[in-house]
């Protein structure tokens, strides 16, 4: 019936056995019917979300102050939630991958080979795509201009266009779920797997599209940072006073918008191969699979460094202000942070020591990857002498803090091991190169994320997160990750591949049940997250801290109310040291009320960001499944979005001086009813958000 | 009285877990078979040694300078101020440039000495294998011998063993532990790895790329006789009138996994040339 | 701040719009940076093209596709048009009037079509002679660098038409001014990516 008529130019490719209801209708095995479970609690997601926003009458509101903001707080928000959306799926996945490897020794398990695949794929371009990259990108919106003292970020309107790039680009991962399938061709999609010859299905064209409009996204919230740092910070803000997180933010920032559009090329050229018929990476007619691996790990590597970074940035911060003392080395650890950017742009042969170049390559790329370890290792060390003759306290943020330090330690060991090409021989591919990256990748960036999730969160909306499931959860994050990733390493180091989707030997057997029970746990780490949330917003009367600084801050962030009022600051602070709020505190009085208020302009919310974020995601949509209308349609309704935003005029709003100074007094009047905290009880109710100043 | 005999499960538990972990590393490096293989063990040891005492001092500090320097121990100093020492700096930045530098030698080294394009220095000529990836399938090819076998790697004990790498289908990569690393295969290019194995056994081998539904069972044995068990193998092969013929050949090229080893008792001329020109041309 | 202060490289507004000028400090920088990364495509697919050069598979190679004469016009065309936004940038800075700016505009956008339809007729005989992407490796390359340049010139243009309607509809306000300076820069860096596609490419086209 779909093959005649118009329903070929309609809908494309599409035929009812793309939706995996009616394959698990038809072939009711155990691994269909996950899948088709798995889209069913996307749909009812989705639903439930509907029904409640509409229920409660929260439309406008949802649309006109958050979806349509180019507040850079709101924008953070939301880039946070869609990551910890994200998490909670992948993980998911990564659980069922554990599972079925401990279940498929010596017989076939649950999930089926392809199924097996297309889990491993969506698990890797998930976490790095879209919750590493939202979960830093939304850290930085939040806090970066805050600490720089300004009012927003340089491109208001382009940071909520890449925000909804990401978010397109994440729900086009969310519609593979529930129509058609995914890449089966990892996170990194090498051809020529990945080309039509081998893959003809829209698997590796959803993983195209959506990681394109995703590093799209991120190539433009680069250019948007760097130049915030760059143009916007307030008076006396030199850039050896800056914060440490805005110094990793910078180095980020940059980091993406020369790394990003490597990964744009490598899979637009790609796209060209299967779309076109073009010949970059075929096995026929001159394509050549190795400049793919080339232009991928151009991007690859400096975007280890991108997803790394921030979580430093989170460290400094967090080491400096709960061990009360000035950061060590800050000179050192900015140059650390500019070495680690450069080098990271010289070692991406590291990641196919094994394509048969010579040894003379192999060896200077290997030798470059070891130098990478000496700047990171000063860091440590700068944290160390950070907490050197300080007073450490040993809040949720700090204990990732140190569990980081002493995790990535073990990842940097077995990082020097692979970076011996002699030795990434034995082990590249295997399970131990996927123990590396994740202890890597989870106290590199994980842990420092959730570190400046409980940091910041006061800040965000005005109360403390609870401490006990704060405490249960971080507990679960470090046990689950060493029961699930040591023994991957031994597996590895006997040889086990990874993407393996069964083990013929149950020799293995011990150390995968291990390893899915750390799974477990992990998930019990997410899951208590989620109850410290609602615990918090439960008692969050409790715990609040609108006066805004329940740490004895030391950067600017913390000398405005929680939440901070749109603007952000009601007069341009002025800054004289590295730690203005701390120093201010304890030389005079900082919430002093400054003679007269000035009116604030400030960006009005523009629908063009969903716009375009949706329509991208349509016109991705349209191009998966070859229905060329929908993609030229698209194509045609960006262009028009963009033109008629550039004749848009009044694209500002005012706050006139008595709003601002109504909002600024009201948060004075509770600063000077909120008691002074000591830095003993600032983990209970006491903590009303102004510290106690003893010099 | 339960608590009581609880106990020595309790402890038996992971001990016997420890036992039958350790047997997991039979199959690796550690337990090396071949000169190449026991190269890289050993390097493993050497680095491992020095990366103890560049991680020790983080594993160790860390914790002993936050419990230190608690909020709650009033004994400890506190120097809110204090931010720098060149003493520290030099301390931070200067061994571990210098343990870098000397580790680079020692990867300079032995990235050349193990090179896997590298032949082995032997006084007897090296045995030239022919492998080709496929799906899902290895394909060994004795040019010399004019035999090939599938999933079944035969190799004398103490000769070098020259295999030449190509795929007839995506990339793939062989792996054998116990003899020698990994080497991509990609088609319509020839790689190469130079392995050699010292004592008679079975190592598992196997491609670790990814390559579709079947690769789970991509696995294959490799076989290390003596020299003169070899040459028996050779000739039982050449007598069981199994030719790689075109049927033959078609079969192989077909996306399978194929439950038994294979042994072809001939193979045609140029038949690895072939597969590299052919794997470039329009499908 | 004074009115000279330098906010950005390029031609800029100190001198006659102080105000604007102060404005234009982010958002040209920010367009700058912007032109980086997608230097950094470019780069990227010469690198791809450079790679992939010897992959002709027995098909058409640089000798015998390129027609340096063309390409030699097209790069006249393409230099002219780039002197001529140069004019609309003076002209803007120093308030000459409208009708002067939109003439500079309207001769810049014959020129960047002047351009495209060479280029699209470069490509049609290249189709006629067998010279298509499917063909080869080295093909797919040629047209995956060459073609998006011209869509940026395409592109370009339409942005031009864009900026004609804006300065008739607004006159020169502030964010009238800024998309030029933004839009001049595009056109320039244009320009120099095709210097560099005429020596990289095209001059391959001579070694016989």
């Known amino acids: ?32 019917i996950i899948g088709a479970g798995a889209a069913l609690l996307v749909i009812i997601g989705a639903v439930v979300v509907v029904v409640l926003i509409t229920r409660l009458g929260k439309w406008r509101y949802l649309w006109s102050e958050w979806l349509t903001s180019l507040d850079h707080k709101k924008i953070g928000i939301m880039y946070i939630v869609l990551a910890f959306v994200m998490l909670s799926r992948a993980l998911i996945e990564a659980v069922l991958i554990r599972m079925q490897q401990a279940a498929a020794i010596d017989n076939a398990g649950f999930i089926a080979p392809d199924h097996f695949a297309q889990l491993f794929s969506t698990h890797g371009s998930i976490m790095i795509f879209f919750m590493a990259m939202p979960f830093l990108v939304g850290l930085i919106n939040y806090v970066m201009p805050l600490q720089i003292g300004s009012r927003d970020v340089a491109f208001p309107l382009l940071n909520s266009i890449s925000l909804w790039l990401t978010g397109g680009a994440a729900g086009l991962m969310m519609v593979s779920l529930v ?14 797997y990945t080309e039509l010859a081998f893959s003809p299905g829209v698997g590796p064209d959803y993983w195209i599209w959506a990681v394109t409009l995703g590093s799209i996204g991120s190539t433009l919230t680069g250019i948007n940072f760097a130049v915030t740092v760059y143009k916007m910070r307030c008076p006396g803000m030199y850039l050896m006073r800056m914060p440490l997180f805005v110094w990793t933010s910078l180095c980020t920032s940059i980091l993406m ?65 709960f061990s009360t003392k000035q950061l060590y080395g800050y000179t050192s650890l900015v140059l650390a942070t500019m070495a680690i950017a450069l080098l990271s742009f010289t070692v991406w042969v590291h990641h196919f020591f094994t394509m048969g170049q010579n040894a003379d390559i192999n060896a200077v790329f290997g030798i470059a990857t070891m130098t990478i370890g000496v700047p990171t290792g000063v860091k440590i060390y700068d944290w160390i002498w950070t907490m050197f003759r300080g007073q450490v306290r040993f809040t949720v943020p ?98 086990v591949a990874r993407r393996t989707q069964g083990m013929f030997d149950p020799i293995f057997r011990p150390w995968f049940y291990l390893a899915g029970v750390g799974a477990l746990i992990l998930v019990a780490a997410l899951g208590a997250l989620f109850v410290q949330l609602w615990v918090s917003i439960r008692e969050r009367d409790a715990n609040g801290v609108f006066a805004g600084d329940p740490w004895d801050g030391r950067g600017l962030e913390w000398s405005t109310s929680a939440p901070p009022p749109e603007y952000n600051y009601a007069c341009i602070p002025r800054v004289h040291g590295r730690d203005p709020f701390f120093d201010a505190k304890r030389r005079d009085d900082p919430y002093a009320p400054p003679a007269s208020y000035d009116a604030i302009e400030l960006p009005k919310s523009s629908m063009t960001g969903p716009m375009i974020g949706v329509v991208g995601a349509a016109t991705a949509f349209g191009l998966v499944w070859h229905m060329w209308w929908l993609t030229i349609i698209g194509v045609l309704a960006i262009i028009a979005t963009v033109i008629a935003r550039s004749f848009a005029r009044h694209v500002h709003q005012i706050f006139p001086p008595d709003e601002v100074k109504r909002t600024e007094r009201r948060w004075l009047r509770a600063v000077a009813e909120a008691t002074p905290t000591s830095r003993e009880v600032e983990m209970t109710s006491v903590n009303q958000g102004v510290a106690e100043v003893s010099s | 009285m339960k608590v009581s005999r609880g106990r020595p499960l309790l402890f038996a538990i ?66 809110p101020n204090w931010n720098f020492s060149w003493t520290l700096e030099g301390f931070i930045w200067i061994p571990p440039i210098g343990i870098v530098i000397g580790l680079g030698f020692v990867l300079w080294h032995y990235t050349h000495t193990l090179d896997p394009y590298r032949p082995i220095a032997s006084n007897l000529p090296a045995l030239k294998v022919q492998a080709v990836g496929l799906d899902w399938k290895w394909l060994f090819i004795y040019p010399d011998q004019r035999i090939a076998a599938v999933n079944q790697l035969f190799i004398p004990v103490g000769r070098p063993v020259h295999i030449s790498l190509t795929s007839g289908t995506v990339m793939q990569a062989l792996l054998i532990p116990q003899l020698a690393g990994q080497i991509y295969a990609m088609a319509g290019m020839t790689t190469q790895l130079n392995l050699a194995a010292s004592r008679p056994g079975v190592y598992r081998g196997e491609n670790t790329q990814f390559n579709g539904t079947g690769f789970q069972n991509e696995k294959f044995n490799v076989i290390a006789l003596s020299p003169s068990d070899y040459d028996r193998w050779v000739e039982h092969a050449r007598a069981s009138a199994h030719p790689l013929d075109a049927a033959a050949y078609a079969e192989l090229f077909r996306k399978s996994s194929p439950p038994q080893p294979i042994v072809f008792s001939s193979v045609p001329q140029r038949l690895f040339q072939n597969i590299l020109v052919q794997s470039q041309e329009p499908r | 701040m004074s009115a000279n202060e330098i906010k950005h490289a390029g031609l800029n507004l100190g001198d006659t719009d102080e105000l604007t000028h102060g404005q234009a400090g982010s958002a040209v920088f920010g367009f700058w940076v912007f032109l980086m990364s997608d230097a950094v495509i470019f780069a990227l697919l010469f690198a791809t093209y450079g790679v992939m050069l010897p992959a002709t598979v027995g098909g058409p190679t640089p000798a015998s596709e390129y027609k340096i004469l063309s390409a030699f016009l097209e790069t006249l065309t393409l230099l002219t048009s780039s002197f001529t936004f140069g004019m609309v940038s003076v002209a803007m ?55 998006l340049h011209g869509l940026h010139v395409f592109f370009g243009s339409v942005w031009i038409i864009v900026m004609m309607v804006q300065v008739m509809t607004f006159g020169l306000d502030a964010r009238v001014k800024i998309n030029i300076l933004r839009l001049s820069l595009f056109w320039h860096f244009l320009d120099i990516v095709w210097i560099a596609i005429f020596s990289v490419v095209y001059l391959q086209g001579l070694i016989r």
């Open chain 1, 179 to 192: 129509i058609g399938e995914f890449s089966t061709g990892g996170w990194s999609g090498y051809p020529p």
């Open chain 1, 398 to 495: 700090m204990l990732y803090s140190l569990a980081f330090m002493m995790t990535f330690v073990l990842g940097g060991f077995t990082g020097i091991l692979l970076a011996f090409p002699p030795l990434d021989y034995l082990v590249h591919n295997t399970l131990f190169l996927v123990a590396h990256f994740h202890n890597m990748l989870i106290p590199g960036l994980l842990y420092g994320m959730l570190a400046g999730y409980h940091y910041w969160f006061p800040k965000a909306f005005g109360f403390r997160l609870n401490e006990k499931w704060g405490r249960i959860s971080f507990a679960c994050w470090v046990v689950g990750f060493y029961i699930a990733f040591m023994p991957l390493y031994v597996l590895g180091a006997a040889g």
């Open chain 1, 257 to 321: 918008i020369f790394a990003m559009p490597a990964l744009t090329v490598a899979t637009a050229l790609l796209a060209l191969d299967r779309y076109l018929g073009f010949h970059f990476f075929t096995n026929d007619l001159g394509g050549n699979m190795m400049n793919y691996a080339n232009l991928f790990w151009l991007f690859g590597h400096p975007e280890v460094y991108i997803l790394i970074l921030p979580a430093f940035g989170v460290y400094s911060e967090v080491v400096s202000t």
């Open chain 2, 14 to 79: 992971p001990l016997l877990f420890v036992l039958s972990g350790c047997d997991v590393l039979k199959l690796s490096v550690m337990n090396y078979a071949g000169p190449i293989a026991a190269s890289q063990s050993h390097l493993y040891v050497i680095v491992g040694i020095v990366l103890v005492f560049v991680a020790g001092p983080v594993l160790l500090l860390t914790p002993l300078i936050a419990w230190h320097y608690r909020l709650s121990n009033k004994n400890s100093a506190f120097r």
């Open chain 1, 1 to 32: 019936m779909m093959t005649q008529g118009i329903w070929p130019a309609v809908l494309g490719r599409f035929d009812w056995h793309a939706l995996p209801f009616v394959r698990a209708w038809e072939n009711p095995t155990a691994s269909e």
């Open chain 3, 93 to 147: 800075k120093h308030g000459a009037s409208r009708r002067q700016l939109l003439s500079w505009m309207g001769v810049t956008l014959v020129l960047g079509a002047a351009f495209l339809g060479m280029e699209l007729h470069d490509f049609t005989t290249m189709f006629g002679d067998g010279a298509y992407p499917t063909r080869s490796g080295y093909l797919s390359s040629f047209f995956a660098l060459v073609p």
